[in-house]
């Protein structure tokens, strides 16, 4: 299969130039119709401050936040391809109350609006449920090193409580969307592979692990992947209960500075170059699959 290489023709030059001038377009407008001072100057250290004690650079509150949401969207994903994947084999079960189950799952979830999800599993999960279980004692009683470890991978003990409720809530939510690609995935293959499985006198769950799943697996992938930039994106709306992830700490910011523009601006840069970057990574498995099937 031969691959060409995307050349920049006349018509994109013309689209970076009018973007551009929009851009500047905007700003104009915003400093003389607004009459807004720009500071950008400030920025940088809401990136990284000096710490002298340590005598080194460290994140600052902008970085932090986006070291939040990696981790909120790594965890979400993780569980909700877990979820997805079981609930995906659901729909496409013989039983047909494993059928109602994932169909139930998938219909319900979609159809709600995330927010009213997280207003839902904060409440419930964060004030109900996580104090009963212990959770937060629990990572309090630990050794200082165990807790440092749990704060990067996950949350400090203050928050762990309502970051695990963040990243149950983006799994519940986004398992339903992973649930269909499974399902979408295991039905595009054909069926004849399904009965030269039984003539082989696989059982249906040999069919499934051994003939149907190492094949669906590369068309599900992709998706799966792009699905994991979706994520990152959806994680934007736990900042409603207050976790400390990169638009929080850009409202946050915003509120103490005034500075709406530029916080807003370099929020907007930070999401880019996570999302950009793994979409370019997307890409790149795309064309390995497509190369190796």
């Known amino acids: 299969m031969i691959i060409k290489r995307a050349k920049i023709k006349p018509l994109d030059v013309v689209l970076v130039f009018m973007l551009l001038s929009f851009g500047l377009f905007l700003a104009y407008r915003i400093s003389v119709g ?10 940088p250290q809401y990136l990284f401050r000096y710490d002298p004690d340590l005598n080194g650079w460290l994140p600052n509150l902008l970085v932090q936040g986006l070291f939040n949401t990696i981790r909120l969207s790594i965890w979400g994903t993780l569980f909700a391809t877990i979820l997805g994947t079981a609930l995906g084999m659901c729909r ?5 109350f494993k059928r109602l189950l994932g169909r139930t799952y998938v219909e319900l979830i979609r159809n709600l609006p995330p927010l009213v999800l997280i207003f839902i599993f904060y409440f419930f999960v964060s004030d109900q449920i996580m104090p009963v279980l212990g959770v937060e004692e629990f990572v309090r009683s630990r050794s200082e090193s165990t807790q440092k470890i749990l704060a990067f991978l996950f949350a400090p003990p203050s928050q762990f409580s309502a970051f695990l409720s963040a990243v149950f809530t983006l799994a519940i939510f986004e398992g339903a969307y992973i649930a269909e690609i499974v399902r979408a995935g295991i039905q595009s293959i054909e069926k004849e592979q399904w009965e030269a499985g039984h003539a082989l006198g696989l059982s249906r769950r040999h069919q499934m692990f051994d003939v149907i799943l190492p094949q669906a697996t590369h068309r599900i992938l992709p998706p799966l992947a ?3 930039i979706s994520t990152i994106k959806d994680s934007a709306i736990v900042s409603v209960i207050s976790i400390q992830e990169l638009t ?17 601006i370099t929020v907007s840069l930070l999401y880019l170059m996570l999302t950009l970057s793994l979409s370019v990574g997307v890409g790149r498995l795309e064309v390995r699959m497509r190369k190796r099937y």
């Open 226 to 228: 792009g699905q994991f």
């Open 248 to 264: 929080f700490q850009g409202m946050e910011l915003m509120s103490a500075t005034y500075l709406t523009f530029e916080i807003w």
């Open 34 to 43: 607004l009459h807004y001072k720009w500071n950008w100057s400030v920025i």
């Open 92 to 96: 496409i079960s013989q039983s047909l």
